[in-house]
């Protein structure tokens, strides 16, 4: 069973801001991440991730930064947490973690 998409559009910004808190990635490197972290549970694509990136860089959250060389052909846009961002970060983890919480207790499973 895969989360309703509503849901989940619900939880990427969390997702994003909390794996940019641990270090800096780029978008496909992103949706690697939490695809694999999640188990396959999460498969976010690249047209969900790079239009969040772009909101979340207007907003002041992350900084992105071109890396790499141009010799080899493999620049890419780095993201990291911007100091609003990681405030950002752990703000929704806190919310999340209090919101998961009380699912738990309504739902009568083990915290």
């Given at each position: 069973?895969?989360?309703?998409?509503?849901?989940?559009?619900?939880?990427?910004?969390?997702?994003?801001?909390?794996?940019?808190?641990?270090?800096?990635?780029?978008?496909?490197?992103?949706?690697?991440?939490?695809?694999?972290?999640?188990?396959?549970?999460?498969?976010?694509?690249?047209?969900?991730?790079?239009?969040?990136?772009?909101?979340?860089?207007?907003?002041?959250?992350?900084?992105?930064?071109?890396?790499?060389?141009?010799?080899?052909?493999?620049?890419?846009?780095?993201?990291?947490?911007?100091?609003?961002?990681?405030?950002?970060?752990?703000?929704?983890?806190?919310?999340?973690?209090?919101l998961a919480k009380g699912?738990?207790?309504?739902?009568?499973?083990?915290?």
């Amino acid at each position: 069973m895969k989360p309703a998409g509503e849901f989940l559009k619900g939880c990427t910004e969390t997702i994003v801001l909390s794996l940019l808190a641990q270090r800096k990635m780029y978008g496909y490197e992103l949706v690697s991440e939490i695809q694999e972290r999640s188990g396959g549970f999460l498969r976010l694509g690249e047209g969900t991730i790079y239009p969040l990136l772009y909101t979340l860089e207007r907003k002041g959250l992350v900084k992105g930064a071109w890396e790499g060389s141009k010799e080899k052909g493999r620049r890419r846009k780095y993201y990291a947490l911007t100091a609003k961002g990681e405030e950002a970060a752990q703000q929704d983890r806190l919310q999340w973690n209090t919101l998961a919480k009380g699912m738990r207790l309504v739902l009568g499973e083990a915290a």
